[in-house]
């Protein structure tokens, strides 16, 4: 007896049949409804899309606002050290995965969220500076809302030029930032921020808010690109990685900006 599977009695094998998953015979009805049905969204695909980065970039700055709570209310110098230098190190790790780890990603976010915590009470209070963070998180968030309208409008593009300056600004500004920190720790100076103090220092400010605005630029680059190229879903949290750093970064610039020009050096 021949195996079923082969029996050319089954409807699967006469020419021009075609089964639906129940076995039955698909109607002409079943094809044009077929035809009919909207095409798969790009979140369905497993694809980047805006709403997912929006997403997620959204929900590691509402986790670094409750974790900065804690670091605000209940100031510890040592917790300020330790979660700047665990920050320091998780945002290098994930800078060099090929893909962002989520977990990781919301880790960075609690750390560096009770960091600046701790050093906006730090320096309203240590350097008598009342107001600083909230003038600070304004400044950053007019600042990228600015960059956000620019770059949607196409008054500004991440240009090879551009990388440019911002990858030998930021080497720049990373190799003077490791030197004045050595400067600090063994008092080559009077002033609590090191060589950054005076106008000189406001000056260096504006310059590292600057290569943040470029970095910021790069980062909607890269999402917009990632949506058009239709990159894997997982790249959703490498760009909002990319936007929870440079939001930090451009913080703590204003945040330093502001206690320097308030007199507080």
Not at 101 to 123: D, H, K, Q, R
Request: proline share 3%; glycine share 10%; hydrophobic share 50%.
């Amino acid at each position: 007896m021949a195996s079923p599977v082969f029996s050319s009695s089954n409807s699967a094998f006469k020419p021009g049949a075609t089964i639906n998953p129940d076995g039955s015979t698909v109607t002409a009805e079943d094809l044009q409804s077929q035809f009919d049905a909207p095409s798969a969204t790009s979140h369905e695909m497993g694809r980047m899309t805006y709403e997912g980065v929006t997403s997620k970039a959204a929900g590691m700055i509402v986790l670094a606002f409750i974790a900065a709570i804690p670091g605000y209310l209940f100031p510890s110098t040592a917790g300020l050290f330790i979660s700047a230098i665990a920050g320091m190190v998780l945002g290098l790790v994930l800078a060099f995965q090929r893909t962002t780890n989520p977990t990781m990603a919301l880790i960075y976010a609690a750390v560096e969220g009770y960091f600046l915590g701790s050093l906006s009470i730090y320096i309203e209070q240590g350097f008598d500076v009342p107001g600083a963070a909230m003038q600070a998180l304004l400044a950053t968030a007019i600042t990228s809302g600015v960059c956000l309208y620019l770059y949607r409008t196409g008054k500004v593009r991440y240009t090879s030029k551009m990388r440019k300056i911002l990858i030998i600004g930021g080497i720049s500004y990373l190799a003077f930032s490791v030197v004045n920190i050595f400067v600090m720790i063994f008092g080559g100076t009077d002033s609590a921020w090191g060589l950054r103090s005076g106008w000189i220092g406001v000056a260096i400010g504006l310059v590292a808010v600057g290569l943040a605005c470029i970095s910021l630029i790069a980062d909607f680059d890269f999402i917009e690109n990632g949506v058009k190229r239709g990159l894997p879903q997982q790249y959703e949290w490498t760009a909002a990685f990319g936007l929870v750093v440079t939001l930090v970064w451009m913080y703590t610039e204003f945040l330093r900006i502001i206690a320097i020009l308030q007199g507080r050096d």
